[in-house]
């Protein structure tokens, strides 16, 4: 930082502080493992402890330092902890907090390629990359038809794959009237909420939104799904988009893709799939069948920053054809009018999302996979799988309780045998414990415990804890007489 | 970090090369002021010194860090340079780089209240303060009945809107087919090209969004406007959205938003107020004129990560309903409930935006607010408004430039009395003498220089070198005898 009066940060505090910073970063990872998991406080609290005006005058840094310990800690629910297991990782790790700095410090917009020729060609190049390292069609290469592009979460990947459905669908004509009326999209009953956002956003409408039935394993049924499209046709409707799990949520249920894609093929339908989470399962190649017919796929996402160390935001997300993406969001006012782009012969990343600027998160991606190369990203999946494997098969050996469904990578849903109050109390109860946390679901009408493991530093003694405390619960339930 | 084996960067590593990072990055920001700003290298260039394949074994961190000199600096267009006018500012600062680094060590997901309480209400307090310092109308307060939320940018916002003020004028039916089909939206000829892609995404079509003509000073023409919307409704259609611009990206021209405002009120139309660059100078009570009318808007949106150093990615979107945003977008999947959301006490930020996930972006903001304190704030975009003025004054006294427009701010049109031919070619010499950067428009068919005053070091005698350089590029073109 040039050092000038007037406000700035002086260069020397901001090394001061920037040291200080990566220290308490270090020190937050360490004793994160003896935090209440779970922030405690009540709706309200931390609002009411900051000030009701901003200040007329600069604070100090070490003030704000400070307030964060005594202000903002306390109402920190920690996803980094190794006994987190609620919802979905988000792990994250030392090179992408550090990816994560040096792209803040390079303050570049990526939204052409001449905003940053850098920001797009290292992500085309990282992006590249994991077409290999998860074996996905070639086709989602750079050098094929396709391409990969960075996109906040899975949820925007979604609505682009959906709206360039759309587009295809109706011959890129955007531009006119209630193009949208007669359109049906399929997912399965178990699909994430982003589709139906998605759908309500496009202007489909959730009532052309058409859920299919799952099988026990609560994998979308393909033979129910081509009676639906055919039935709709029969309507006079316009099947056009589906979106296949690779992972649900819920559950981790995987849809038959092969199968899907051979009705999508017939329909010509856009087939978009979405492995979030599971997706970088695809690292090692014994858990490579979840792709199994990914070459029907016009479109997949994964999140590295769910399972792949790389802290959020961090989709990955690929078209089989680029054109379609590209013609689908490509405007050209005069004011970002440049030689590169006119030439054909770059990619401008802003033409393949909903937003126009775009952060560098491609040094994040890239930190990370130089750091650990796949053998490291691979032995930590491995790992995970392992330890979600070890519970589930405590699970199986337990008398009081059972899995839901039987879980293919690091998702185990379980439940007490005695019905959804002792499995609330469970849950309610080591939440409030802090020494680990989970969340529910709900599956075949039974109110389902969810485990999921994919914190970075998440161990076996931490797995063997958490099962020892829903043990515990389980036993303070019954001998309370409830 | 716990230090463990098995490929994790150890605690040591971390703080070791992050402290190395700090440091470059402050090195940098000494240093970027020497540097070409636009990259010189060609398309392909720096994809093509990148490894085709992802190492197996993980690289030393080392390795890393001095491949950032080597193939990324290169592809870096300097953002940050003082020598900046391009585009708009992305501008950032020390307590911002530190609060987005903060941010990633915490990795945190914002997405519900409970999954960090903290994350949703140091939000709400931080755009809470910035209604009063920008002196915005006190429902966009999250004790009024509106409420603020932090999106990615200005275009996500704008759709947000759009799909709000379409889901109240269709009675929140989103779930009903062809909903869209008659529905016409208006922003001025000058509107940035987020608002068709915004038009296109919802599924409204392109053909209805309608243009505006706009006056000498590119301003919306408010007449104009009410004749088209009567003109559209006797021929059956439904107008139900307008988006003003304070500060258009080509020439920073001003809606007048108080009489368009009246317009929205009497047609009961969604009036949107983008003031993406422009609105950070309301921090100023002096230029808080740009403001006048905003009372009347739904919702309005500025970039704390064009002009408040703050970094990219950081876009403060207000609404004055916010039921009417939840009532958009929300959807509770089992997998999410949790007994805050239920009791209504609390803000779910997820149910404010397109995304799920969120990241921590409060803290960034937080920290530029406190260190620099109002004041701070106030006095550098004073003076961005002066160097800009300034250069606006040489222009006017030069018998070889003019200004196309009046600059009310930091943004000056001018170009060159020659004709476009003599404008292109001072713009390429500038930009290829790597000394300064600008961009272009068009404005009443001619090629229009833009210089844009915002990064956060540029001072008077940056100001004066790029103009000397435009004087020098003007003199070589005419003693080239072209």
């Not at 390292?133 to 094929?144: E, G, I």
């Not at 998605?198 to 799952?214: D, F, M, P, T, Y």
């Amino acid at each position: 930082m040039p050092n000038d009066k007037s406000f700035h940060m002086p260069s020397k505090d901001f090394k001061r502080y920037g040291y200080q910073i990566i220290d308490w970063i270090a020190d937050y990872h360490e004793r994160v493992e003896q935090m209440p998991v779970f922030s405690q406080v009540s709706p309200g609290e931390i609002y009411s402890k900051l000030p009701d005006h901003a200040p007329q005058q600069g604070d100090s840094f070490q003030e704000i330092l400070k307030d964060i310990e005594k202000i903002i800690m306390p109402g920190i629910t920690h996803w980094q902890s190794p006994n987190w297991y609620a919802f979905f990782p988000a792990n994250t790790s030392g090179p992408s907090i550090l990816g994560e700095l040096l792209s803040a410090g390079l303050g570049v917009q990526g939204m052409l390629w001449a905003t940053s020729p850098s920001c797009t060609e290292l992500e085309t190049r990282v992006v590249d990359w994991l077409v290999e390292m998860l074996d996905l069609p070639s086709t989602f290469k750079s050098d094929n038809t396709g391409g990969g592009v960075i996109q906040d979460s899975a949820s925007s990947a979604t609505l682009c794959a959906l709206l360039a459905a759309r587009e295809r669908i109706t011959g890129y004509s955007s531009n006119q009237t209630g193009c949208t009326g007669r359109l049906v999209a399929y997912a399965s009953t178990q699909a994430h909420s982003s589709i139906e956002k998605a759908v309500k956003i496009a202007g489909i409408g959730s009532e052309n939104l058409h859920s299919i039935g799952v099988d026990d394993q609560f994998a979308m049924l393909p033979d129910q799904l081509e009676q639906q499209v055919l039935k709709d046709k029969q309507h006079g409707l316009t099947p056009f988009f589906i979106s296949a799990n690779i992972g649900s949520t819920s559950s981790n249920a995987l849809d038959p893709v092969a199968e899907i894609g051979e009705i999508c093929r017939k329909h010509k339908m856009w087939l978009h799939v979405d492995a979030a989470m599971s997706g970088t399962a695809a690292l090692c190649p014994e858990f490579r069948f979840i792709h199994r017919g990914l070459e029907c796929a016009d479109s997949y996402c994964f999140n590295p920053h769910k399972w792949m160390f790389t802290n959020f935001d961090c989709d990955v997300f690929y078209v089989k054809n680029r054109d379609a993406l590209i013609r689908t969001f490509s405007l050209l006012p005069e004011y970002l009018r440049n030689k590169a782009s006119e030439s054909g012969e770059v990619f401008d990343y802003r033409d393949w999302h909903i937003q126009l600027g775009r952060r560098f998160r491609a040094l994040k991606l890239w930190f990370v996979i130089r750091h650990y190369g796949i053998r490291g990203l691979q032995y930590h999946i491995r790992e995970h799988v392992r330890l979600a494997q070890l519970f589930a098969d405590w699970i199986r050996r337990s008398d009081d309780f059972t899995l839901e469904v039987e879980p293919p990578l690091n998702l185990v849903c379980f439940r007490h045998r005695g019905g959804d109050e002792i499995n609330q109390y469970i849950m309610d109860t080591v939440n409030a414990g802090g020494k680990a946390c989970f969340t529910h679901t709900r599956l075949n009408d039974h109110l389902v415990l969810r485990l999921s493991v994919g914190q970075t530093h998440t161990r076996e003694n931490h797995v063997e804890t958490v099962w020892q405390l829903i043990q515990q619960a389980s036993r303070q339930y019954t001998s309370n007489g409830k």
